[in-house]
């Protein structure tokens, strides 16, 4: 009797290749929530949100309307000349639209002598190192977020422009690393921590006496007896260091779980950005043709300006009332930026070029911040400054009155991101309720510097040197920005109410 032939093995199916998996994520190739609420602000303001030049020409007309809601009147101007206060809304903007000049140039000539130590050749040798740490899209992310914070706490302006040059070398390594939450935590230093740092504004013109003003020290003098708050007891108060500590934790978490799946990434192939060379790639090197050229290809002349610079600064800060640091402003860093730049590119054709390559970078600070300079002058020049914090203050109490001045730091900095130079028009009356509430004026100095950081996070004004160094646009990283804001500025409420309990009035 014949047998059937024994069945035949069935056919094994091809492996297929599993969806790819972000680290992190519950299930391959899927977005947690906070990547998901990312993206969907990110698709929000993509197709919503006009870029910086448009937001600034908003929000001219809207502090605009808020002065004629409030009876401040159109036109009008003070008897005595000097004064700063009692114009109408449209000579207010016509004295306010050059009013930040200064500091215009300023921070133009911060932004460029920044990406000139940045393109410097240690520094590009530097930059390509670290950028080497991250090995993953999620952890690409996270570390930028992270160096971002660590640098903007030494020097937000040096921050701008190293973190936005990291970013662009980690894009270059990083397969699916999704460029625009790069982009938007490369400038996250700016959105959180930096106020608190070295360079925070507020707390240096509280503690030097050539930087505050008179009517600033008398209020400072009512509550404490002397007219300065040293910085021990502004960005040196244990309170304010734990407080930045967990804002940095925080921070650093969130960019973690905010990074999107690699096949909802959008990298900068995708967005059309060419990344060009890498920093590590050694520039080509210009040749001297004349024996006139000489100065300006040898060294000498870059380590006598060097060393020039530096003897000043040796006397610049020995010389300072009080505390040193209280000699750095400005002028200062901008001075040690152009130092560092010329001493680390050697010779000086070198530090030309870097100069002529980063002048772009500060093309956008220069046509947009005299348009701020006029939302900051119907604003200070106006009595809608002072109806603002009446606001604030009549609704306040001792308790409360930390966390509504961080919110009211927070909407004014929307408007007028000045980068702390407000404060000279606030501090008066931020510091005489405090005085009036019994709450410790150096923690209100803390308190309203962590809120004009948050408004950072929600207007394009400081992102300007990073997008034009990523090529990118303010509507590509406002939805990253938007939702490190909902998780940050809840945090710093809650940190200034409660430390606000631990310190002694005055």
């Known amino acids: 009797m014949a047998t059937a032939p024994p069945p035949k ?142 640098t903007s706490y030494l020097n937000w302006a040096f921050s701008l422009i190293f973190t936005a040059i990291l970013a662009k070398e980690i894009a270059r390594r990083i397969q699916g690393v999704d460029y625009r939450a790069l982009g938007a935590m490369a400038f996250l230093g700016l959105g959180t921590v930096w106020a608190q740092g070295l360079s925070g504004s507020a707390a240096l013109q509280v503690a030097s006496e050539a930087s505050s003003p008179p009517a600033v020290q008398e209020v400072i003098a009512d509550g404490r007896g002397s007219g300065l708050i040293p910085l021990t007891d502004t960005i040196f108060l244990w309170q304010g260091m734990v407080a930045t500590a967990i804002i940095f934790v925080i921070a650093v978490v969130m960019a973690w779980f905010l990074s999107p799946s690699p096949e909802r990434a959008k990298t900068a192939e995708q967005l059309g950005i060419e990344l060009g060379p890498s920093v590590a790639e050694k520039r080509a090197e210009t040749r001297r043709n004349r024996p006139g050229e000489w100065i300006e290809y040898s060294p000498v002349f870059a380590i006598l300006l060097f060393s020039l610079g530096v003897w000043y600064l040796v006397r610049h800060f020995a010389l300072a009332e009080g505390d040193p640091l209280n000699a750095l402003d400005l002028n200062t860093v901008n001075l040690i930026l152009i130092l560092l730049a010329l001493i680390l590119h050697w010779r000086p054709v070198r530090l030309a070029q870097a100069v002529k390559e980063g002048t772009p970078a500060a093309s956008g600070v220069l046509l947009q911040f005299p348009l701020y300079g006029g939302i900051f002058g119907m604003i200070a020049f106006t009595g809608l400054s002072k109806t603002i914090a009446g606001w604030l203050v009549s609704v306040s109490n001792e308790f409360f009155y930390p966390a509504l001045i961080a919110i009211y730091s927070m909407v004014l900095g929307v408007f007028v991101p000045s980068g702390g130079s407000k404060w000279v028009i606030e501090a008066p009356y931020v510091l005489e309720a405090a005085n009036q509430l019994q709450v410790n004026q150096g923690w209100m100095v803390v308190v309203y510097d962590l809120g004009e950081a948050s408004a950072n996070l929600l207007q394009p004004f400081w992102m300007l040197p990073t997008l034009t160094i990523l090529g990118l646009k303010a509507r590509d990283i406002m939805g990253y920005t938007f939702a490190m804001f909902l998780a940050c500025f809840p945090a710093v409420l809650i940190l200034v109410t409660l430390f606000a309990r631990t310190l002694p009035f005055p």
């Not at 094994?12 to 947690?32: I, K």
């Not at 809207?62 to 004629?68: D, I, N, S, T």
């Not at 009008?76 to 000097?82: E, K, V």
């Not at 306010?96 to 050749?121: D, E, N, R």
């Open 9 to 150: 093995p069935e056919p094994t199916p091809a492996a297929q290749p599993e969806p790819p998996t972000t680290p992190g994520s519950d299930t391959p190739g899927t977005d947690n929530w906070l990547a998901r609420m990312a993206l969907r602000f990110t698709a929000f303001t993509e197709k919503w949100l006009p870029d910086a030049l448009g937001f600034v020409l908003v929000g001219t007309f809207a502090v605009f309307a808020l002065g004629l809601a409030t009876g401040e009147g159109l036109y009008g101007r003070p008897d005595d000349p000097a004064d700063t206060a009692g114009f109408g809304l449209v000579d207010a903007w016509g004295q306010g639209f050059w009013s930040l000049i200064t500091f215009t140039l300023q921070m133009a000539m911060i932004i460029i002598a920044g990406y000139a130590v940045a393109v410097s050749p240690p520094m590009s040798r530097l930059i390509a190192r670290i950028a080497r740490v991250p090995r993953t899209p999620r952890g690409a992310i996270a570390f930028t977020a992270a160096v971002a914070m660590a």
